[in-house]
T-cell receptor, first 110, second 111 residues
Framework: QKEVEQNSGPLSVPEGAIASLNCTYS??????FFWYRQYSGKSPELIMS????GDKEDGRFTAQLNKASQYVSLLIRDSQPSDSATYLC??????????FGQGTTLQVKP | NAGVTQTPKFQVLKTGQSMTLQCAQD?????MYWYRQDPGMGLRLIYY???????DKGEVPNGYNVSRLNKREFSLRLESAAPSQTSVYFC??????????FGAGTRLSVL
């Protein structure tokens, strides 16, 4: 079992729809959780961080964390073609090191 | 404010050649990291440095060495490049346990 697992996709949604990206992790001691977006040929950029159970909203993005079930998700409302990218879930160990999932490719079709 | 700067952006090596990838950050972060990214594999940690003067192995350290030259700079060295080291390499920095910021990456091909 991988420490951080994501469905590699591609996940295809029509423009204006809600995209739902999911991530599960195996280390119950994990405290910090991050979603990075990576456009093709570019470096990862942080879009959301979440540290406690529940929802965290930032514009069209909502991160959801459920530590009991060991999953974290990212919802993108009103998806735009510019949201088409690979989304990386990352989980921080207590050492500060991040463990990344393999990423989910999102395609938003006009 | 440049953030994290990596050089070079592209490099082609022959098997057995050596090279050093350079990374510098201007955010006064204590921690710095080197990752490699291969198709379908996500980002895998090669080495990291929690603070100036310390380094530690990550998930895939074989074939690499690192130097934390000072608080700003963290270099990655390939002593004898192999085709299996063809990859995209990213440097990142962070305050302890917090958000990591990435450089633009180095695309390395080993023939």
């Amino acid at each position: 079992q991988k420490e951080v697992e994501q469905n590699s996709g591609p996940l295809s949604v029509p423009e204006g729809a809600i995209a739902s990206l999911n991530c599960t992790y195996s280390d119950r001691g994990s405290q910090s959780f991050f979603w990075y977006r990576q456009y093709s040929g570019k470096s990862p950029e942080l879009i959301m961080s979440i540290y406690s159970n529940g929802d965290k909203e930032d514009g069209r993005f909502t991160a959801q964390l459920n530590k009991a079930s060991q999953y974290v998700s990212l919802l993108i409302r009103d998806s735009q073609p510019s949201d088409s990218a690979t989304y990386l879930c990352a989980v921080a160990r207590n050492t500060g090191k991040l463990i990344f999932g393999q990423g989910t490719t999102l395609q938003v079709k006009p | 404010n440049a953030g994290v700067t990596q050089t070079p952006k592209f490099q082609v090596l022959k098997t057995g050649q050596s090279m050093t990838l350079q990374c510098a950050q201007d955010m006064n972060h204590n921690s710095m990291y080197w990752y490699r990214q291969d198709p379908g594999m996500g980002l895998r940690l090669i080495y990291y440095s929690a603070s100036e003067g310390t380094t530690d192995k990550g998930e895939v350290p074989n074939g690499y060495n690192v130097s934390r030259l000072n608080k700003r700079e963290f270099s990655l060295r390939l002593e004898s490049a192999a085709p299996s080291q063809t990859s995209v390499y990213f440097c990142a920095s962070s305050d302890e346990g917090d958000i990591q910021y990435f450089g633009a990456g180095t695309r390395l091909s080993v023939l």
